[in-house]
């Protein structure tokens, strides 16, 4: 038996077939239009984009491994979190899908807050511009026309799973992240949803990641080559999922993600908010589990950043910082190209280059960047210590742990050794083919979700670490400096 996990991001689609070990057996990928930005600050995208993608992912392990895929009994989803795909009653899209990053509803999220002054308490969460309900009491302020017809809102996997499936649900982690969820029950809040105007009729049926959310519908079995009942998993949203899919399911255990965003993940045994500093407090993909994150909405996105307007590909960025690295840098980076949420919860703050000089070159400007999103980690991680949350153990994930430089800073300014999986890019796919395996056999958690073979472990770099706590304090002390020369 095998099973599949597809990963949907707003890049695009990845889909892993793993055994009844967990071994992967193949995978493919295909890219999304990318997400368009109608104004600054904005950032939305057609969510027939992510289906297109998943579809394309699938058919190519088709042409790949046909006998794994026919095999299938159990398909997991993972998705990029909080984005807004509105529905009419027929199912059709409204609208594009609002994303994750998108900071239009700040205006808004301060409206939630004073016309329901336990939201904080209910929801274990600020409002925030990024989570789902504030996009659509914007909607509902400025596209009256669009929420009039709203009949269920999904988040980006649940739409995915709609078409997969025909059914409108929802795992817990996902829904967490909607600001509509009392997280500490892990159930819909009638009290929340109707800050919005909306009510349970609107949401989709929750379950848990690793419980049974429907079957693949028969034409896309057949489409496959898959044979027999596929049943589909609650799945994860994309955090969790990594989460699943490194075996950090356990308290204290985490990760660090250096993806598009940045997270700082940590598995908690109770719901443990923390709004203060901005902290994310959400139910995990497992019952009866909880986890917090610090979330960076620019990380690898900061060196793309960079990339575009040096005309140089990030890979050659980070070899070229690595190659002339020395300790800190002169130059001081602050990440926040969308915006940030935590420790800041802040969606009008903007980036920042500091302490140029003539010496300034594209290497030292990458290393800066990179530097910069080490300290948003450390923000994060402060933040956590000071809710009294102690982190055991961190792998990482995501694209950016590829740079052996960046994965030393984050180490080093952590003062946390950082254990880098064999295959770090999977995490959230392969979370989600764990999840998928759950379901379609009623496996265990704890017996699935082992973490995997380690490649190498990066240790701190002691003889930085006082300079890089210098660098950190001065970091710290640019965010309130710029923003009161901004205002």
Known sequence: ???????????????????????????????????????????????????????????????????????????????HMHGATLLGKNDEVLRPAILWNDGRSAAECKEMEAALPSLRQLAGNIAMPGFTAP??????????QVYEKIAK??????????????????????????????????????????????????????VEGSAVSGNLKRDLAQRWGMDGLVVIAGGAGDNAASACGIGAIRPGEGFVSLGTSGVLFVSNERFSPNTEGAVHAFCHAIPDTWHQMGVILSAT??????????????????????????????ELFLPYL????????????????????????????AQAVMEGVTFAFRDSQRVLHDAGTKID??????????????LKMIATNLDMEIALPEDGDFG????AARLGLCAAEGASPATVMTMPPIRTVIAPDKSLSAAYSDQYARYRALYPAIEEARS
């Open 338 to 365: 969308s915006g940030e949420r935590t420790p800041h919860n802040n969606a009008g703050a903007r980036g920042s280059f500091v302490g140029l000089s003539h010496s300034s070159d594209t290497a030292r400007l």
């Open 301 to 330: 996105d900061s060196l793309n950043w960079l990339s575009r307007i040096t005309g140089q590909k990030q890979a050659e960025l980070s070899g070229a910082a690595e190659a002339q690295f020395k300790g800190p840098g002169e």
């Open 153 to 206: 809102v999904l988040l980006p996997k649940a739409y995915v799973r709609l078409l997969l499936a025909g059914e409108h649900v929802e795992d817990m982690s996902d829904a967490a992240g909607t600001l509509w969820l009392d997280v500490g029950k892990r159930d819909w809040s009638d009290e929340l949803l109707a800050v919005t105007g909306l009510d349970r009729s609107h949401m989709p049926r929750l």
């Open 135 to 144: 996009k659509i009491a914007w909607v509902r302020k400025h596209e009256p």
């Open 428 to 431: 959230g796919a392969l979370g």
């Open 393 to 406: 153990r961190l792998l990482a994930v995501g694209g950016g742990s590829k740079s052996a430089l960046w």
């Open 1 to 79: 038996m095998t099973y599949l996990g597809i990963d949907i991001g707003t890049s695009g689609v990845k889909a892993l077939l793993i055994d009844e070990h967990g071994r992967a057996l193949g995978e493919a990928s295909a890219a999304a239009v990318e997400p368009v930005r109608p104004h600054p600050g904005w950032s939305e995208q057609n969510p027939a984009d992510w289906w297109n993608a998943t579809l394309a992912a699938v058919d190519k392990l088709k042409q790949s491994h046909p006998s794994e895929l026919a095999s299938v009994r159990g398909i997991g989803l993972s998705g």
